[in-house]
């Protein structure tokens, strides 16, 4: 059938059909992009073209072993790509209208508490990564240090992050807007591009914020600077002001938060060539 008659033969109902299917495709890659799990979904989509090729063109050997292994791709691709799936389904049940919990809006009083305490870390150039939970449950992703279930306040994150506190290592985990506990320790990031001159903290941020939507802030012990990381972005060097812009809009305006996200993930990744950072 020609071209132009298939076109023609498109109804509303195929229309609606194939537009389902682009976007589901997309959001796909969108959470698969800057992941190993990328490069392999574009392996397997190579091996699914060989093989309809090698039926095709009468290839029997190619085609008999490709069939024998595509009759096992969906536990494959159950086994390779179980995080990714983890985190697909953890996005689709937050979205509103299947009725995901919005978290619990953040205060004023609480970002400047933050902001403060981010910033006299930096100037004591005191290592230290603070974990602001969102919608995604980041329990779950973490190995759990001490529990403590205490009010946030700079005072205290300072003590935690005292180099004579058992604490210290680690990160700090907030939750609805209180510390929920100290010492855990976070899954690093398995992104390819991340930079291997990165440090433990940096990589660990990043780690974290690829898995849940949580904002990570991390304080490089070497540099006495401010990072940010968020949906596997890190956006370094904020001053206290930026980084109080940020928080705010992220964690209270909720109206502003999504183009905000955008914003902070296309902001330059201020990367450290031939510097290490911890």
Partial sequence: MPLWEVI???????????????????????????????????????LILA??????????TIHWILSNFIDSIIVFIIVIFQEDIRRALS????????????FPPYQASLIEELVEAS?????????????????????????????LDAKLTRELIL????????????????????????????????????????????RAALGLSEKT?????????????????????????LEMGRLRTVLTNLLIIQKRRKRVERKV????EKSSNGEHTS
């Fill in 8 to 46: 023609r033969n498109i109804g509303l109902r195929d229309l609606i059909d194939i537009s389902i299917v682009s976007v589901v495709v997309y959001w796909i890659l969108l959470l698969l992009r800057g992941t190993r799990s990328l490069e392999i979904l574009l392996g397997l989509s190579f």
């Fill in 51 to 60: 093989f309809l090729a090698a039926r095709k063109w009468g290839l029997f």
């Fill in 91 to 102: 996005t689709m049940g937050r979205t509103p209208f299947l009725g995901g919990k919005r």
């Fill in 119 to 147: 910033s006299s870390l930096a100037r004591q150039r005191r290592g230290a990564i603070i974990v602001l939970e969102r919608e995604a449950d980041v329990i779950s992703q973490v190995e759990l240090g001490v529990e």
């Fill in 159 to 202: 003590s935690i992050f005292s180099r004579d506190s058992i604490l210290h290592d680690g990160a700090v985990i907030v939750k609805r807007g209180r510390i929920f506990a100290a010492r855990c320790f976070l899954p690093l990031s398995d992104n390819p591009r991340v930079s291997k001159l990165l440090g433990a903290r940096h």
């Fill in 213 to 237: 939507d949580a904002v990570v802030i991390v304080i490089s012990e070497e540099r006495g600077s401010i990072s940010l990381a968020l949906g596997g972005r890190l956006t370094r060097n």
């Fill in 265 to 268: 993930k296309k902001l330059p």
